[in-house]
């Protein structure tokens, strides 16, 4: 969860839009992953819902990433 946290940090301060990135979104769905994994299953589910907004934002409601973020089990 360090480390994925570490590297949302990092993709929200290199993005051009941190509001609007599909690498920030990427980094999201990450971190919400490892939450999951933790247990942290209301954390997970805020940064999952945050990643969809960045992919769709940038890529539409049909990116895999999105769908992926999507189908975590809250």
């Known amino acids: 969860e360090q480390s994925a946290g570490a590297a949302l940090r990092l993709s929200q301060l290199q993005a051009i839009d941190p509001d609007a990135s599909i690498f920030v979104g990427e980094d ?3 971190h919400a992953q490892a939450l999951l994994g933790i247990g942290e299953t209301t ?3 805020d940064e999952a819902k945050r ?3 960045h992919v769709e934002t940038v890529a539409g409601r049909e990116h895999p990433l999105r769908q992926r973020a999507h189908a975590l089990p809250f």
């Open 28 to 30: 999201l769905f990450i």
């Open 43 to 45: 954390r997970a589910r």
């Open 51 to 53: 990643a969809m907004t």
